[in-house]
């Protein structure tokens, strides 16, 4: 499966001259990457949809235009003026001191494994989850630490606090609502996980404006708990991807930490100024977001229709399994024009909530599927 990344002849794993100079535990190893294919419909990437509106833009542009003639200065190393916006965004009676922002959420995670993780040191997971979570680790010199999943992929408090007292880890990484299988946590496995803990606890929120709940984010946890962090991004919910900017909230002095392993100038004054522009039109990208859950109960509704099992989601994005062979149902879609995610789980694949008519081509697509290939499929008796 394609990465986009093209590497040069001789680059991995055949004992070259720049190979053999790579950091040992890099050698061999794929950058991160999803498909890249130029069909009518692409539902791979968890991406948000929508373009940004007119008006949204509007505004995010005269934000910049207040920074252009300034460029010739550095930014506001410490970003401020956003972090006051993120923090005003989030409620909670949180303030500037307790946010942090960096290039999206990927560098948020980064540098927290930079001042908390290292060498001889160890991060848990609980994998399928974020994918880029063991890369950060190995980049930074962290072992990360896979320990699994129940057997239909949830995490229950038991679960986690005997996972913590078995590898006792300087740093635990808990998603909600959990890519790729879309459920969120309940916030007793939040507490257990923080009250077993010795470390920093990482709560990666990527995907919360999306919950069916909204009081499901750990943000009211926060108080008190000063090894608790929340990971958010403007990636999703804010149509933002191309942006790149992540943020977390925490207790100010693990904030203040991050700022020793925060490259000088990180954010530049567009990037500040464009987010800004973003979190002023919050109302208005809401509305884009119940659309967005609009279409993914659809899809969920539907495919259980067909027969196809489909958990609940509080993201972007849903699971399907009852596929007796992911690889051939996820080509079985494409040849359909609909670009969906193969995410290595036996029997299942990933679709990312689209617009009204990418969703009607997606459940189109798999009328095919299913007409072509029924053999392809394990269908469930439809509930009443």
Known sequence: MSTGFTPVQGAAGDGSEIENLLREDLRGQSPYGAPQLDVP???????????????????????????????????????????????????????????????????????????FGGPGRTVLGFMPSYSMHPLLARGTGTAFVDAGREDDYTLSPAYVRDAIAEHDPDLVFLVSPNNPTGTALEPDVIDA??????????????????????????????????????????????????????YLAADPELVEKLLLVRLPYHLSSITQAAARGALACAAQLQAEVDELKHQRDRIVKNLRAKGLPVADSDANFVLVGGLRDAGAAWKLILDQGVLIRDVGLPGRLRITAGTEDETTALLDAFDQALEQRPDMFDLQEQQP
């Open 41 to 115: 419909v692409q539902l791979n990437t968890n991406e948000n949809a929508f373009a940004i509106p007119h008006e949204v833009a509007a505004v995010i542009a005269e934000f910049i235009g207040r920074e252009l003639r300034g460029l010739n200065r550095y930014p506001d190393r410490d970003a401020v003026a956003l972090r006051t916006d993120l923090a005003d965004y989030l409620g909670h009676g949180l303030t500037a001191d307790h946010v942090w922002a960096a290039n999206g959420s990927n560098e948020i995670l980064q540098q927290l494994l930079q001042a």
């Open 193 to 246: 996980a923080y009250e077993a803990a010795r470390g920093i606890v990482v709560i990666d929120e990527a995907y919360a404006e999306f919950a069916r709940d909204p009081r499901s984010t750990a943000l009211g946890r926060l108080e008190g708990r000063k090894r608790l962090v929340v990971t958010r991004t403007l990636s999703k919910a804010f149509a933002f991807a191309g942006a790149r900017v992540g």
